[in-house]
């Protein structure tokens, strides 16, 4: 019992730090947005049109639309520590184009984005190339590689993880029956059926992997409660602590369901297989 409580709290940990490392991906993702910079010429009736012909593209997350006003406000705002570009911009008249800003659903879906502002209805529009282009463009496709490989790192260190902790709960239930070798064999040679002889193995696995489930859950939930105060603004590296407190707060009965599933089955399996292997033994010897 005390093997499996360890394991399936390690699987677990496993589910939560890769959720909260995806969750951190997904907010570099979101940081990056592509621009469009539109002509003074352009029409109200051309930026609308060209605003809802984003909006409906699948790979499309949200569109903004800065008139010049509102790029030269959010210019000022972003710029408001350097009063030398504050001065400067000052002196002229409104420089800055509109602006349309782009937000992907996935980095791995802005081609389709850049399919569609180089199309040459759409780049008439542009007073200058989009902001995805030149080294930026290829700055985000190395984002996007970076991210890619990162996401599929977390799931194969979760899928070893889980392999490593159900080898290690089988092989143990294995000794277990394999020390009642005397017990199997005094009830096969009365006449006891297979499924006789099991049944008690299967049950009692059961039962652990639901208490060892529960414990497990009871384990990281004192974990977070115990040190909240001290979690709140602590980070290692791509894992924001924070996040992983949350996720485990808002899944919690999730979470338990897949701890008492991933119980119930691993010592339901593995005592089955073992005993199986063990009585085909016993009946070919005999």
Same mark, same amino acid.
């Given at each position: 019992?005390?093997?499996? %409580?360890?394991?399936?709290?390690?699987?677990?940990?496993?589910?939560?730090?890769?959720?909260?490392?995806?969750?951190?991906?997904?907010?570099?993702?979101?940081? =990056?947005?592509?621009?469009?910079?539109?002509? &003074?010429?352009?029409? %109200?009736?051309?930026?609308?049109?060209?605003?809802?012909?984003?909006?409906?593209?699948?790979?499309?997350?949200?569109?903004?639309?800065?008139?010049?006003?509102?790029?030269? &406000?959010?210019?000022?705002?972003? @710029?408001?520590?350097?009063?030398?570009?504050?001065?400067? $911009?000052?002196?002229?008249? @409104?420089?800055?184009?509109?602006? %349309?800003?782009?937000?992907?659903?996935?980095?791995?879906?802005?081609?389709?984005?850049?399919?569609? *502002?180089?199309?040459?209805?759409? #780049?008439?529009?542009?007073?200058?190339?989009?902001?995805?282009?030149?080294?930026?463009?290829?700055?985000?496709?190395?984002?996007?590689?970076?991210?890619? *490989?990162?996401?599929?790192?977390?799931?194969?260190?979760?899928?070893?993880?889980?392999?490593?902790?159900?080898? $290690?709960?089988?092989?143990?239930?294995?000794?277990?029956? /394999? @020390?009642?070798?005397?017990?199997?064999?005094?009830?096969?040679?009365?006449?006891?059926?297979?499924?006789? $002889?099991?049944?008690? /193995?299967?049950?009692?696995?059961?039962?652990?992997?639901?208490?060892? #489930? %529960?414990?497990?859950?009871?384990? =990281?939930?004192?974990? /977070?409660?115990?040190?909240?105060?001290?979690?709140?603004?602590?980070? /290692?590296?791509?894992?924001?602590?924070?996040?992983?407190?949350?996720?485990?707060?808002?899944?919690?009965?999730?979470?338990?369901?897949?701890?008492?599933?991933?119980? *119930?089955? $691993?010592?339901?399996?593995?005592? *089955?297989? #073992?005993?199986?292997?063990?009585?085909?033994?016993?009946?070919?010897?005999?």
């Amino acid at each position: 019992m005390a093997i499996m %409580v360890i394991t399936l709290t390690i699987i677990l940990f496993s589910v939560i730090a890769n959720a909260t490392f995806s969750n951190t991906v997904q907010q570099i993702t979101d940081k =990056i947005d592509v621009s469009l910079y539109l002509k &003074d010429t352009v029409t %109200v009736a051309q930026t609308n049109n060209l605003v809802a012909q984003l909006k409906k593209l699948p790979a499309v997350k949200s569109v903004t639309y800065l008139s010049k006003q509102q790029a030269l &406000d959010a210019y000022r705002q972003q @710029n408001s520590s350097n009063q030398q570009l504050l001065a400067a $911009i000052s002196e002229t008249d @409104n420089p800055l184009p509109a602006t %349309v800003r782009i937000v992907p659903v996935d980095l791995n879906h802005i081609d389709a984005i850049r399919s569609f *502002i180089d199309k040459p209805a759409v #780049a008439a529009l542009q007073s200058d190339p989009a902001s995805d282009s030149g080294d930026r463009r290829e700055a985000i496709n190395k984002i996007t590689h970076a991210t890619n *490989i990162l996401r599929q790192a977390g799931i194969v260190a979760v899928a070893i993880l889980a392999a490593i902790s159900v080898l $290690i709960i089988f092989n143990t239930i294995q000794m277990a029956i /394999f @020390n009642r070798r005397d017990e199997l064999q005094i009830m096969r040679l009365l006449g006891a059926t297979t499924w006789y $002889i099991r049944g008690p /193995f299967v049950v009692e696995t059961i039962i652990y992997g639901v208490l060892s #489930a %529960v414990i497990s859950i009871l384990l =990281i939930n004192a974990l /977070f409660v115990t040190a909240s105060s001290s979690l709140q603004a602590t980070s /290692f590296g791509l894992l924001d602590i924070s996040y992983s407190q949350e996720f485990f707060q808002k899944y919690y009965w999730q979470l338990l369901s897949m701890q008492l599933t991933l119980g *119930i089955l $691993i010592g339901a399996v593995s005592s *089955i297989i #073992a005993t199986r292997r063990y009585l085909k033994f016993k009946t070919s010897k005999k």
